[in-house]
């Protein structure tokens, strides 16, 4: 992800299109053959699954982990699913209440509203005051990094899923972060193995994308498909189909 190629290529135009131009580079290392037995739309989770694959990974989830994930939209919903399959503890966290319940059908054991439940009590009442093993931050603002470090337990790793924006600034105790050992981990984007991975966890089923898709436009319709998928209360993941 930090070569200089992979920064320098892209689809093109690399927007909503029926046909879009891939770099000779990114076609030879990153390119996959879909399998007969994986359709086009559930193929279209493989790049956010692979994100996911990731920051898992950069974590080292494990079984018996707690892993609180704050912001179940569907990359945390993908979070939630991965981090349960891997036989963690995971607890979703949210202020949307339809997020908080498609959670727990895909493998939360709990779930927090943060409009309803102080965040740092909830989590210590689950955990019997041990915290989190593992943290999620999905939203990319200070104010959920910071609460993502407060529920963080000793020898934790808090994973930063997404940034925030260029001049915001991230003020923390290095007290806390030193005496226990908590490790603030960055996960941008994936690479061609964690694409490879996720093409799998789609076809063996790991990933529950009938669950996930909640919306489906054919590319005449985008202008629905962007309103769609912005109705937080209804909507993870919107795909455009093909006929």
């Keep these: 992800m930090h070569c200089k190629t992979w920064r320098n290529t892209g689809l093109r135009p690399g927007g909503m299109s029926e046909y879009f131009a891939v ?10 053959k879909l399998p007969d037995d994986v359709s086009y739309e559930n193929a279209s989770l493989i790049e956010p ?34 981090a349960a399959a891997a036989g963690a503890r995971v607890i979703a966290i949210d202020r949307v209440p339809f997020r908080l319940e498609r959670a727990k059908e895909i493998g939360a054991d709990a779930a927090v509203n943060i409009d309803e439940l102080d ?11 041990a915290m989190a093993d593992v943290v999620i931050v999905g939203p990319g603002s200070v104010e959920a990094m910071r609460s993502g470090v407060d529920i963080a337990g000793a020898g934790s790793r808090v994973v930063l ?21 908590i490790s603030l981990i960055p996960s941008y984007s994936c690479g061609p193995e964690d ?32 309103e769609a998928a912005a109705d937080v209360n209804r909507a993870l993941k919107t795909v455009i189909v093909f006929d």
């Design 23 to 32: 770099p000779r580079e990114n076609l030879a290392t990153d390119t996959l």
């Design 49 to 82: 699954v692979a994100c996911v694959v990731k920051s898992l990974g950069r974590a080292s989830v494990g079984k018996g982990d707690v892993v609180a994930v704050i912001g179940v939209g569907i990359m945390g919903q993908l979070h939630v699913a991965l």
């Design 119 to 129: 965040l740092r009590s909830a989590i210590a009442d689950l955990t019997d005051g």
């Design 161 to 181: 899923f997404t940034t925030g924006t260029p001049d915001a600034e991230l003020t923390l105790s290095p007290f806390k972060l030193y005496f226990d050992e």
């Design 195 to 226: 694409t490879r991975e996720a093409l799998e966890l789609i076809r063996n089923g790991t990933v529950p994308v009938d669950k996930l898709v909640t919306h489906r436009f054919p590319l005449e319709q985008i202008d629905r498909a962007m």
